[in-house]
T-cell receptor, first 114, second 117 residues
Framework: GAGVSQSPSNKVTEKGKDVELRCDPI?????LYWYRQSLGQGLEFLIY????????KSGLPSDRFSAERTGGSVSTLTIQRTQQEDSAVYLC????????????FGPGTRLTVT | AQSVAQPEDQVNVAEGNPLTVKCTYS??????LFWYVQYPNRGLQFLLK??????LVKGSYGFEAEFNKSQTSFHLKKPSALVSDSALYFC???????????????FGKGTKLSVIP
């Protein structure tokens, strides 16, 4: 079946601009996660959604970062006033639940801030 | 806080030889442990997990891992390496209980595996 999809695959933006990254999770998966992968920091958790519960935003690095999940499915990660240190690959993952379920990752969006 | 250590940045192994990629973890309470593989310019692919039960878990592509609670380790192994196994491997851990902040995975820095023909 279809896996997690993300768009765009690549995004180049100028410093100070806002960007939106989209994630379509696997159908039926109730949990959705955003991570960031960069050379210096490795893989970092950003935010997590589970069903209708309030999201866990504990990994968001600053208030320039926000995310929403509409209708329990598609999610958008927004970065406002982008900085060069925001350059990274942003990975989305989804899972059937939150118990012992594995997370399935999308191909990522490579963000470059110039 | 939970953490994962992958002590080797790179592992080189000859094709056909057994391979081991090491992982140790630190977490309060019982862990859920995972291995993922990443090929160039691709997302992470799930290989296997330990939740409970048998300490030896088997996963995709002939990989297996052994959970060792006393040594807090979860090393990835394969009896006979293939050139196509060359990739970046990540170990990950999370708490095995419900609660705010407990669901995200904490990843190791990754180990680059090179299988030499």
């Amino acid at each position: 079946g279809a896996g997690v999809s993300q768009s765009p695959s690549n995004k180049v933006t100028e410093k100070g601009k806002d960007v939106e990254l989209r994630c379509d999770p696997i159908s039926g998966h109730t949990a959705l996660y955003w991570y960031r992968q960069s050379l210096g920091q490795g893989l970092e958790f950003l935010i997590y959604f589970q069903g209708n519960s309030a999201p866990d935003k504990s990994g968001l690095p600053s208030d320039r970062f926000s995310a929403e999940r509409t209708g329990g499915s598609v999610s958008t990660l927004t970065i406002q006033r982008t900085q060069q240190e925001d350059s990274a690959v942003y990975l989305c993952a989804s899972s059937l639940g939150v118990a012992g379920y594995e997370q399935y990752f999308g191909p990522g969006t490579r963000l470059t801030v110039t | 806080a939970q953490s994962v250590a992958q002590p080797e940045d790179q592992v080189n192994v000859a094709e056909g030889n057994p391979l081991t990629v090491k992982c140790t973890y630190s977490v309060s309470g019982n862990p859920y442990l995972f291995w993922y593989v990443q090929y160039p310019n691709r997302g992470l692919q799930f290989l296997l997990k330990y939740i409970t039960g048998d300490n030896l878990v088997k996963g995709s592509y002939g990989f297996e891992a052994e959970f060792n609670k006393s040594q807090t380790s979860f090393h990835l192994k394969k009896p006979s390496a293939l050139v196509s196994d060359s990739a970046l491997y990540f170990c990950a851990v999370r708490f095995a209980y419900s609660g705010a902040g407990s669901y995200q995975l904490t990843f190791g820095k990754g180990t680059k595996l090179s299988v030499i023909p």
